[in-house]
């Protein structure tokens, strides 16, 4: 069904990678402002890799955490477990456990540019993030992915020609170009309008008073 006629969209760019916890954390607070709102908005989300040179095999996320961050095992499980239970709250399942791993996400960020130009961007990333965070798939195996593709009702043997091809390698190279030559470097980061940006998952009230202001800068 159309949106009824003259009624504002609000554009929203998300600059986000898949196995990023806050990314959907962030997604759920802004879709639940733009419900509460009754706000319309256009979202396209685009690539971001947290950690371009993982390897094929991954790493142990604990392992990973306390190597990147500094942080010690007792503290990346207390982190572990706000985001389960900030998932929670917002109708979201983090699985984590001792065997949860940190993957590469380019093939991923290759088969979201493909859904992109067939319409089906938003319902892929949406399914990659459960299939990373709740089910504790590896998003980065061939196999997984096109399991996904197939899950939100895509063709998974397009999909496979897609990244076998490398036709979206140069694409998603310069996506991510464009953002961090733009001062990205931490996800999510949310564009309002093409003009205000929030980083880090900010909370649905403060996502409802940027969504107000857009709205009220195009009445």
């Not at 685009?46 to 390897?55: A, G, I, S, Y």
């Not at 984590?96 to 380019?106: G, I, K, L, P, Y």
Request: proline share 5%.
């Amino acid at each position: 069904m159309p949106p009824p006629e003259n009624l504002p969209i609000v554009q929203i760019d998300i600059v986000s990678d898949v196995v990023c916890p806050w990314c959907i954390v962030g997604f759920r607070q802004l879709d639940m402002a733009l419900q509460q709102q009754g706000v319309l908005a256009r979202l396209c989300w685009h690539p971001f890799e947290l950690n371009p040179d993982m390897p094929p095999e991954g790493q142990n996320l604990c392992e990973h955490i306390m190597a990147k961050y500094g942080s010690t095992a007792e503290q990346s499980q207390q982190a572990r477990d706000k985001l389960t239970s900030i998932g929670a709250e917002l109708g979201f399942a983090f699985n984590f456990d001792d065997d949860s791993r940190m993957v590469n996400t380019f093939a991923a960020h290759q088969l979201l540019d493909w859904a992109e130009s067939v319409g089906r961007q938003h319902p892929l990333k949406l399914a990659l993030f459960d299939a990373y965070f709740t089910a504790q798939r590896d998003v980065s195996d061939m196999d997984v992915l096109l399991e996904v593709v197939r899950s939100i009702g895509l063709d998974a043997d397009t999909a496979r020609q897609a990244l076998e091809s490398g036709e979206h390698i140069a694409p998603v190279r310069e996506k991510q170009l464009f953002w961090t030559s733009r001062g990205i470097s931490g996800v999510p980061s949310m564009v309002f309008g093409g003009k205000y940006l929030l980083t880090g998952a900010q909370g649905s009230e403060t996502y409802a008073q940027v969504l107000q202001r857009c709205l009220s800068e195009a009445a």
